[in-house]
């Protein structure tokens, strides 16, 4: 049995944000369970007790609004992976939800609880920091948003406070007739955590690269944008030799940033695969283009 | 302790509970209502034997607390035999040899009824995904998926002849 002193299941955001800011000990929110409860059997987590968070229907939605992409903090892999939505408008982040975990962990995990795991390995986070998603907070006093990119402060770190919850993940719709891609290297098919993996948006005009991100998980303490991976793509015709190009970047890159670290010898060389296989198979394929 | 008020459903009967707020579903499942059919093996998600049906969805009992399964509905291994005649997917685990020690197969047979519940002629891959969150250390999956094969197929034919 795990030790879990208080329990709350609150049906509406006020209450639970009540919960939080008048806590005396330190409650943590529960969103799917997938690495809280785990962590709780290993006693990895000092909490006085859990927010479930899963009966807060406001915070289950996926829609679009403007030109934005709101993605409710409560929404599960499953559910991202399978909406039409961003299937047909963000088909990345739908492939990166598809590939997390194993069917159970997809049912049950969330994008919001990714976010506030942030596990330097983690699939959706890589693929929403290519997106240059912003993450909305809210607390009994305010509401703020924060780039996901500022948000995460190091492994299992962030800059979330212990009164807040994490309501939505936003970004901008991509431009209709751009790419993208994402791609994992795990030890198995299913349920592998990230070795490394890569999301990447482009899009060309006249013939040329105009626009390009590139987000890179597992290489560092998060999932982090390569302005230089980017610059290697910008100005550029789609090509073989353009493809080559963008793979000795990317093993330069990851060289960068491991330095000596004992995993940079196997991750140099690894990237170049995928980095090969995601860029090849954009230009080449019909797929993943962005409706 | 606070004990937590838990009202569930399992395996179509209500059960009402007041339990410690650390049990995992898992726990709940075996030590207090003693369906053991659900197993535990990793305890970390990783090998889905204690794989349940949750509203609908597929989850691993362990990652999950009892709490979070309040108001909802859960089917285990011991609630999808019919008026005491196995389900579909049993009779074909047992035709095709799909069981041998026996530890994964309660996980196996919900993970591929939700997948025949959705989609009757699934392909090999669409089995092959749908199972690919539970380990099997014995058979080597083939068996399993010529099982779920077989039960797809007869769900099939039955519903073409109730169709006809």
Do not use: W
């Not at chain 1, 406070?161 to 795990?186: A, R, Y």
């Amino acid at each position: 049995m795990l030790d879990c002193k208080l329990y709350f299941q609150p049906e509406s955001l006020t209450v639970a944000l009540d919960l939080l800011a008048k806590a005396e000990k330190r409650l943590l929110p529960l969103a799917g369970g997938t690495d809280i409860v785990p962590a709780m059997s290993k006693n990895k987590l000092n909490v006085a007790g859990l927010v479930d968070l899963s009966k807060i229907q406001e915070l289950h939605q996926i829609k679009i609004e403007g030109n934005e992409i709101s993605l409710g903090s409560l929404c599960t892999f499953q559910e991202i992976e399978t909406s039409h939505l961003i299937r047909t408008k963000v088909p990345l982040l739908a492939d990166a939800a598809g590939l997390v975990g194993s069917p159970q962990i997809r049912n049950a995990g969330t994008v919001g609880g990714n976010i506030a795991n942030a596990s330097p390995a983690a699939d959706t986070v890589t693929a929403l920091i290519a997106l240059d998603a912003d993450v909305r907070l809210r607390s009994t006093a305010y509401a703020r948003t924060m780039s996901l990119k500022e948000l995460l402060c190091g492994a299992g770190k962030t800059r979330i406070l212990p009164q807040e919850i994490i309501t939505e993940i936003t970004f901008k719709i991509l431009q209709p007739g751009s790419k993208g891609g994402f791609i994992k290297l795990g030890r198995r098919k299913a349920l592998a955590i990230a070795r490394m993996n890569m999301a990447l948006i482009f899009s060309v005009t006249e013939g040329r690269i105009n626009f390009a991100r590139v987000g890179l998980g597992a290489v560092g303490p998060n999932p982090c944008r390569s302005n230089a991976l980017e610059n290697t793509l910008i100005g550029q015709e789609p090509s073989d030799s353009l493809v080559e190009d963008f793979v000795m970047e990317a093993e330069r890159e990851v060289a960068r940033m491991l330095g000596s670290r004992p995993s940079a010898a196997y991750k140099c060389e690894a990237v170049k695969g995928i980095a090969r296989d995601i860029l090849s198979s954009l230009f080449s394929s019909s797929e993943m283009v962005v409706e | 302790m606070a004990e937590f008020h838990l009202e569930m459903k399992v395996n179509g009967k209500p059960i009402v509970l007041d339990v410690d707020p650390g049990l995992r579903l898992l726990d709940v499942l075996r030590d207090i209502l003693h369906l053991t059919g659900t197993k535990e093996g990793c305890g970390e998600g990783e090998c889905g034997a204690c794989s349940v049906i949750l509203n609908g969805k597929l989850v691993d009992s362990c990652l999950v607390l009892a709490p979070q399964a309040n108001g909802q509905e859960v089917i285990t291994i011991e609630g999808i035999a019919q008026n005491g005649e196995l389900d579909s997917l049993q009779k074909a685990f047992l035709e095709a040899g799909a069981v041998q020690c026996g530890y994964c197969t309660p996980g196996m047979i919900l993970a591929a009824k939700v997948l025949l519940d959705h989609n009757s002629t699934p392909s090999r891959l669409e089995i092959s995904k749908s199972i690919s969150g539970n380990i099997c250390r014995c058979t080597g999956y083939t068996k399993i998926i010529q099982a779920v094969e077989i039960a797809a197929s007869r769900i099939a034919t039955k519903e073409g002849a109730d169709h006809a």
